[in-house]
């Protein structure tokens, strides 16, 4: 069982979502699940297609899924980008921040760090160096 | 399984005040070094270790570590554990400014 | 000097409400240990050996009277009334409690200080030349481009988890006092067809790998400095190895893709990121432009300044060999040394910080810089209040006329303190310190830089030290390897292995064998130990610090 978190806080995954891996990737894919040795330029010719990408996180301390989000973003990619697996809630605006929409987390880690703790950090937009950064002069 | 060359005892930091502490045959944590549990067998040795790791709440860091019996008591048997048992070489501080108290 | 606008102030004070928490969180088990590490690691926070380190940033090494007054409430109030500089620009407190850690994070904030990412896997803080603004081999002062570095990698999201830590260092002059060539990215701004840019060097630095960078772009302009920066650190990213982490930092993936190769990911990736860089970064740049503006010099009689140099010796030796030339005449940049004989190198008390808080206020523009020699140096001191100076700091201890001598020894805090050390560091430079104070030869000696680091990490850049030393531990006993000809400057050279190393008490007979055999070998005085090393090769170096019987009989036996 996973939990969904977003800017509004915990919420169960409405459906079962069936996940494609990169092997089969075709132009009917709707749903791609990736993991971080991921490349992206295989992803190129289908991110009109896609509307789902989760990106796995096989441990909080490898921060690889955070650029590949931004990678994403930058080749066109518009659809929804959601960080799976071990992100913790300390994390929650980097995700957003790099470009994900939401972040899938087991059950076991939302009632260890319950709504309140994700809820705090999701005021992601404000205080942000790298927006600022780049906006136009 | 053999028995080690040294007796050992489990130390670790504090997690609040971060310094060094020892695990008693209590499953308590104590400053004193003389007040630890002593293993001369692994097998327990490693039992206990796992019971004072789980201890995360209070400390940081568990491992085993070897000492020496000497006439003060037991002893560290490593220059790294000698001066966590001390303190640092260039002021008083640490548990040689504590035991001069 | 930069000040914190409204958004610089309410991003610290949400950064540490956010620590706050998470303190909190990690006492009551919400957060585990490993979740917790890599957070406080972040911010500045290090278990070592007896205690919590806190390690906090100096940006770029500067530091105004306040913020060092500051420094000393925090080491009164929550450490044991001192404080330790680093080799990176930071200070650090080795006896804080977790507890109280917030509370001295809020301190900081209240003079715009903080210790954000000077440690863990992040971009740590930048660094520069501490002689910025006031060096007249500059072409514009590194520290307006160092800020903007600052704000860029501070909170990135895409780099709080990179595969290991990551340093930045700038200069802005010709000759190197940052140690570029042995930072993951050096910078070195230059001019090019009446265009500012900088020279962008990679791949470099110490520690178990030791590597001197190599020049990736000769040429970036500064409107694209940060997209290309950023595009490196993305790159490697994804490409840096988190299987070892011994063979995480970015001179490995280098050093196993080829620069060629690295080179073209980084310039496809440079093409994806450049347009997200509206031009924003280059309107803040014309404003920390003015925040780095230099006073306005006058110019001063010099007579009381030149009596006391002619009529006191001891004046005159600190001088000589602490004072370097600024850019305007009648002016100083004074060093203050920290490597009192015998002291530990880098410690300051908090009287001594009070004092030189004054002394900053009075005679140099309220400015302060702390070198990565472990020195404090006070930028911009009239030359007529050079004698003031001088007798201030003699009265509190800190006028030892020995920088850029033998003493003036860069050493980690070793075992004495750290939880990664192999073997002890302090007593080894206090040791070497005395005895050649003893001997009175350390002017005789001239410039040579000792560098000690009590583990394979280098923090205490030893490889780039004219005598490095490494201390291991040998099956359970303190033991010191010997490296010579290393140089950290703009002609830099990684140090050569020397051979068996040497047990604690062995380390000065070796040291002074190696100097001896040197003042005999100089062709002059004004050659220097390296100029001397470098002319006669390791060789017959070696042969002079192995020449006693025991050892002779050790390096025939490796």
């Known amino acids: ?124 937009s404000a205080h942000d160096y790298q927006t600022r950064l780049r906006k136009s002069a | 399984m053999p028995r080690p060359i040294f007796d050992q005892i489990i130390t670790a930091n504090a997690l609040l005040a971060g310094d060094v502490v020892y695990f008693t045959a209590a499953d308590t944590w104590t400053r004193d070094m003389q007040k630890a549990e002593v293993f001369s067998d692994e097998a327990i040795a490693q039992v206990r270790l796992i019971e004072a790791m789980a201890q995360a709440n209070v400390i940081v860091g568990a491992y085993l570590m070897p000492i020496q019996h000497t006439k003060d008591g037991h002893a560290p048997t490593h220059f790294r554990e000698e001066v966590r048992t001390k303190g640092p070489s260039n002021y008083a501080h640490g548990k040689q400014e504590q035991s001069h108290v | 000097m930069y000040k914190y606008n409204d958004f610089d102030h309410a991003f610290v004070t949400s950064r540490n409400a956010q620590f706050r928490e998470q303190v909190n969180r990690r006492i009551s088990g919400a957060l585990s240990e490993d979740e917790f590490k890599p957070l406080r690691l972040m911010n500045g926070l290090y278990l070592q050996l007896h205690a919590y380190m806190l390690r906090v940033a100096i940006p770029y090494g500067t530091l105004n009277s306040a913020q060092m007054r500051q420094l000393a409430m925090i080491a009164d109030r929550w450490d044991k009334g001192y404080g330790h500089f680093t080799t990176r620009q930071n200070i650090q407190f080795n006896w804080t409690k977790l507890q109280d850690v917030p509370d001295i994070l809020d301190a900081l904030a209240e003079v715009e200080m903080h210790a954000i990412q000077t440690s863990g896997n992040t971009i740590r803080n930048v660094t520069a030349d501490h002689f910025a603004g006031a060096a007249a081999d500059e072409i514009v002062d590194p520290r307006i481009y160092a ?12 780099f709080q988890f990179l595969p290991r830590k ?116 280059q309107t803040l740049l014309s404003e920390f432009s003015d925040a780095f503006i230099a006073p306005k010099f006058q110019r001063f009689d010099l007579s009381a300044f030149d009596a006391r140099y002619q009529g006191d010796p001891n004046f005159r030796s600190w001088v000589d060999t602490n004072i370097t030339a600024h850019k305007q005449a009648d002016y100083a940049i004074a060093t203050i040394s920290l490597k009192s004989h015998g002291e530990t190198p880098g410690d300051a008390s908090s009287a001594q910080m009070r004092r030189i808080a004054d002394l900053a206020e009075t005679y140099s523009y309220d400015e302060l810089r702390i070198s990565h020699e472990q020195n404090i140096v006070m930028p911009h001191v009239q030359k007529a209040h050079l004698p003031d100076v001088y007798d201030a700091l003699r009265a509190i201890g800190l006028a030892t006329g020995n920088i850029g001598l033998i003493s003036d020894i860069i050493a980690c805090p070793g ?144």
């Open chain 1, 1 to 124: 069982m996973t939990v969904i978190i977003n800017d509004e806080g915990l919420s169960t995954p409405e459906k079962e979502i069936t996940y494609e891996r990169a092997d089969t990737l075709n132009k009917a894919t709707c749903a791609l699940d990736i993991s971080a040795d991921q490349d992206l330029n295989a992803l190129s010719d289908y991110l009109e297609t896609l509307t789902l990408i989760r990106i796995e996180f096989a441990s909080f301390a490898d921060g690889r899924g955070f650029s590949l989000a931004r990678i994403l973003r930058l080749m066109g990619f518009s659809g929804h980008l959601r960080a799976y697996g071990h992100v913790i809630s300390d994390q929650y605006a980097m995700a957003r921040r790099s470009g994900f929409d939401d972040v899938e987390v087991s059950k076991a880690l939302a009632t260890r760090q319950p709504e309140a703790e994700w809820l705090f950090r999701s005021n992601w």
């Open chain 3, 147 to 158: 800020e903007l570095i600052r704000q860029w990698s501070t909170d990135h999201p895409e």
């Open chain 3, 166 to 281: 990551f340093k930045v260092a700038v200069t802005g002059a010709k000759q190197d006092r940052a140690v570029i060539h042995a930072h993951d990215i050096g910078l070195q701004i230059i001019e090019q067809n009446c265009i500012l840019g900088m020279r962008v060097i990679i791949g470099g630095g110490l520690g178990r790998t030791p590597m001197i960078g190599k020049v990736i772009r000769e040429f970036v302009a500064m409107d694209d400095i940060l997209p290309y920066l950023e595009s490196v650190v993305s790159v490697w990213n994804l490409l840096g190895r988190r299987d070892n982490k011994y063979k995480a930092r970015i001179k490995i993936t280098i050093h196993e893709n080829g620069i060629d190769e690295f080179s073209r990911l980084v310039d496809e990736r440079f093409a994806l990121i450049r347009p997200s860089f509206q031009g924003f970064d």
């Open chain 3, 415 to 558: 075992m004495d303190y750290c939880a990664l050390a192999t073997a002890r560091s302090i007593p080894i430079a206090q040791n070497i310190a005395t005895h050649f104070d003893a001997l009175k030869l350390e002017h005789d000696i001239g410039p040579l830089k000792i560098k000690i680091s009590g583990c394979i990490n280098a923090c205490g850049h030893h490889h780039v030290g004219h005598i490095g030393i490494l201390g291991l531990d040998r099956a359970g006993i303190e033991n010191y390897q010997i490296m010579l000809g290393g140089d950290g400057t703009e002609t830099p050279a990684i140090g050569e292995r020397t051979g068996p190393g040497f047990g604690a008490d062995e380390v000065i007979p070796a040291i002074e064998r190696l100097i001896h055999f040197y003042l005999n070998e100089r062709l002059a005085p004004s050659e220097t130990f390296l100029e001397c090393y470098r002319r006669l090769g390791l060789g017959p170096f070696k042969t002079a610090l192995y020449e006693t019987e025991q050892s002779k009989a050790r390096a025939n036996a490796a």
